[in-house]
């Protein structure tokens, strides 16, 4: 099966300061890959090098293939990412249903009644999307940035701020769009989120990629609570 995120030995440097360090990445159709690791250990970083924020100092980034390493986040998109940022983007002013509506592009209004559902939205739908709960907001951000069925989605921190029922009603909401056939990559480090809707998890620590696998193996690994107590 060909990956269709790749990442190959990607260095980037700020100054004298290495903050990811030949880091090598893969990822297969199909996962929920959670990006985990201590404050410092270079998950931001990575996050904003793959969606193109950053251009790496060496190595490359494959999305299906493809060099992505020197495209804006736009073009990214357009080859078929979604992106969601810790802070919610959306529209407040608007609606929740105009700020679906808006990014439908196909105004696909059975595709919006879908969502609505699907992320417990209906009786909000005419509500300005300002007045939203912050969990709600984070929904709304999520079902924006998948209106437009990408194959790969990233999440930064899509639990932040969330309580816990909230960040498990989250959890299934992913694991439903991954069955419809989206790839997501999370960067988190709420464990029971992790545990709960993780494939495969990738560790890093101090820039490195320390340890990748399923969720068992990674909180199994003897050197993993000396470096990232929160796995405890």
């Given at each position: ?15 004298g300061f290495t903050a ?101 939205l209906e009786k909000e ?49 992913i694991k439903n769009l ?55």
């Amino acid at each position: 099966m060909a990956s269709i995120l790749e990442t190959k030995s990607i260095t980037k440097k700020f100054g004298g300061f290495t903050a990811i360090d030949n880091v090598s990445l893969t990822v297969d159709p199909g996962e929920i890959r959670f990006i985990i690791g201590p404050n410092g250990a270079g998950k931001s970083t990575f996050f904003k090098l793959v969606i193109g924020f950053h251009s790496p100092n060496a190595g490359t980034i494959l999305y299906k293939g493809k060099n992505i390493e020197k495209l804006k986040l736009h073009e990214r998109i357009n080859l078929g990412m979604g992106v969601k940022f810790q802070a919610p983007s959306i529209f407040s002013e608007l609606t929740v249903l105009q700020n679906l509506s808006l990014a439908n592009n196909r105004n696909d209004s059975l595709k919006t009644n879908d969502l609505l559902n699907d992320f417990s939205l209906e009786k909000e739908k005419n509500n300005l999307a300002g007045d939203l709960s912050h969990g709600k907001k984070q929904w709304l951000d999520i079902a924006l940035s998948t209106i437009s069925k990408p194959d790969l989605v990233f999440l930064d921190e899509p639990t932040a701020g969330l309580s816990v029922d909230e960040t498990r009603l989250t959890g299934e909401i992913i694991k439903n769009l991954n069955k419809q056939g989206i790839t997501f990559v999370v960067v988190g480090h709420d464990m029971d989120f992790v545990k709960q809707t993780a494939s495969k998890v990738s560790l890093l620590h101090l820039g490195k990629m320390f340890i990748e696998g399923s969720v068992d193996q990674v909180l199994s690994d003897k050197g993993v609570n000396d470096i990232y107590l929160g796995l405890s």
